[in-house]
């Protein structure tokens, strides 16, 4: 059994503890509609000495909690900011991490002892990690360098009410030739939401793919099971559903599956940029090959079907021995150095030569010939392997 888990992404935030304010709810409800406003007392306090990526800096910080709101609504509040911190604070650009959330203030300054009223219009967002929703909006000061630490900042949390998402948007599997595979993919659901109002719709494409989903505690996942031995050889493509029966919300994921490749390169996409260390102008890609084993031709290592049969269980390991690389009939300089087992990075030059060499060509032919070509030949391996991947520069 061949299974591929895919865990939940998580949201990452500045590391350091920074001086809290104080956030509390003006109004009584928690639940607020897109034609409320709600008010909202934030607390601004002495801030902290704080370690950023340029020194040290004071830096107020405030979790304000928006409560249970409901997804793909728009809900306003009013943040009344009450800067306790002793000095002024003067900003010149307020920068929002989400365009969920929309921030509308008079003048440019946070005055000492004084309630400076913030209007701030939230688009709930109709995904979110477990349910929750997380933003921050940073008040900067001259320095616009936003590797620096703001002047202040506000976190912005909410529970929300509502969402069907599968967490993750688009996915491309290979599995292995021969077996059975499992693909699990997390789903978030949140009231009024249910799980046993959730339905799967798939294309016809996918009628031998096994969909189900199971809920394990307090978590939902989409589960796929693909038999090897049914699946086309060009592979599958499609967008399965989530329906819930109950409030017509949906949620898709655009699935590719694809027998397991000899090479798998990443990027797909290259993309050639100019180094730092650049004498000559030329640009340079970076690409990771991986060797597939149980998905390499066969060549001298199965030519004796016993002794094929005695190594069945053994784990192969293959080495390149000549790799060349083209764009169009040019050869392209490489660099590639063996990371570990069937892993390997190469590094691709252009010369400004090739360069323009591409830029004069028609448009119509630069598109057929925007792809670099690959020429890989394993250590005792009979047969060379031709890939192909698109590049940009």
Not at 36 to 41: E, F, R, S
Not at 160 to 185: N, W
Request: aromatic share 6%; charged share 25%; net charge negative.
């Amino acid at each position: 059994m061949f299974q591929i888990l895919i865990p939940a992404f998580r949201r990452l935030f500045p590391i350091g503890v920074l001086a809290l304010f104080t956030a509390t709810l003006a109004g009584q409800s928690r639940n607020v509609g897109p034609e409320l406003v709600t008010d909202i007392n934030v607390v601004v306090e002495s801030p902290e000495l704080v370690e950023g990526l340029v020194g040290y800096a004071a830096v107020p910080r405030a979790t304000v909690d928006l409560g249970l709101v409901m997804s793909g609504e728009s809900h306003r509040f009013k943040l009344n900011i009450n800067n306790m911190t002793g000095q002024d604070i003067v900003f010149r650009t307020i920068s929002v991490s989400c365009a969920c959330g929309k921030i509308e203030v008079d003048g440019n300054a946070l005055p000492s002892g004084v309630i400076t009223p913030i209007e701030l219009t939230y688009n709930a967002p109709r995904q979110g990690l477990e349910g929750k929703s997380d933003v921050r909006i940073s008040f900067f000061g001259d320095d616009l360098d936003m590797k620096s630490l703001p002047l202040a900042e506000l976190r912005l949390t909410a529970s929300l009410a509502g969402i069907l998402s599968i967490d993750q948007a688009a996915s491309l599997f290979e599995v292995p030739k021969a077996g059975v595979s499992t693909l699990k993919f997390p789903v978030t659901c949140t009231d009024p939401v249910r799980f046993d109002a959730l339905k799967i719709e798939k294309p016809l494409a996918f009628a031998n793919v096994k969909t189900e989903l199971i809920e394990e505690g307090q978590y939902v996942s989409l589960v796929l099971v693909v038999d090897s031995a049914t699946l086309p050889p060009e592979g599958l493509r499609g967008r399965i559903d989530l329906v819930d029966t109950m409030s017509s919300r949906r949620a898709d994921i655009n699935i590719a599956i694809e027998l397991q490749k000899a090479i798998s390169i990443s990027p797909h996409l290259l993309r050639f940029r100019v180094p730092e260390e650049s004498k000559d102008g030329a640009l340079r890609a970076m690409a990771l090959l991986r060797l597939n084993p149980e998905a390499i031709p066969t060549g001298k290592h199965e030519r004796d079907e016993d002794e094929v049969a005695d190594k069945k269980t053994e784990v192969r390991s293959f080495s390149i021995g000549e790799l060349a690389c083209f764009l169009g009939d040019e050869p392209v300089r490489t660099e590639w150095k063996a990371l570990s087992g069937n892993l390997t990075r190469v590094d691709l030059f252009l010369d400004q030569k090739q360069v323009e060499q591409f830029r004069k060509m028609p448009i119509d032919d630069s598109a057929v010939t925007r792809k670099i070509k690959w020429q890989i030949k394993l250590i005792d391996v009979d047969l060379p392997l031709f890939l192909e991947t698109d590049f940009l520069f």
